[in-house]
């Protein structure tokens, strides 16, 4: 159960599968005409300086959509880890 998260949560560069869609709401119709939808994989491309709202690769386009939007979103983590490069210049891993 600990690779399902909510979609805000993913890390930048971290992919997942949507495992978990709700039915209600403009926003989430509007979401799956972009292509989020279950089973569908999507990686978290990029957060704005202040940190809403994020960007979303889905179906080869980019998306940007507010945590409030997206909250609700499951996503079963894929097992991948990302390289990144810290203040102090020292390679950090994580997943």
């Known amino acids: ?10 890390p930048v560069g971290g992919r997942g599968i949507i495992c978990k869609m709700p039915d209600i709401g403009v926003i989430n119709r509007r979401l799956r005409d972009f292509g989020f939808a279950e089973n569908a994989e999507v990686e978290k491309v990029s957060v704005s300086p202040f940190g809403d709202p994020s960007a979303y690769l889905v179906k080869n386009t980019v998306i940007a959509v507010r945590k409030a939007e997206v909250s ?3 996503v079963r983590r894929l097992n991948c880890c990302i390289k990144n490069i810290n203040k102090e210049n020292k390679m950090v891993k994580f997943c």
């Open 1 to 10: 159960m600990k690779d399902i998260i909510k979609l805000p949560d993913l």
């Open 72 to 74: 609700e979103i499951l």
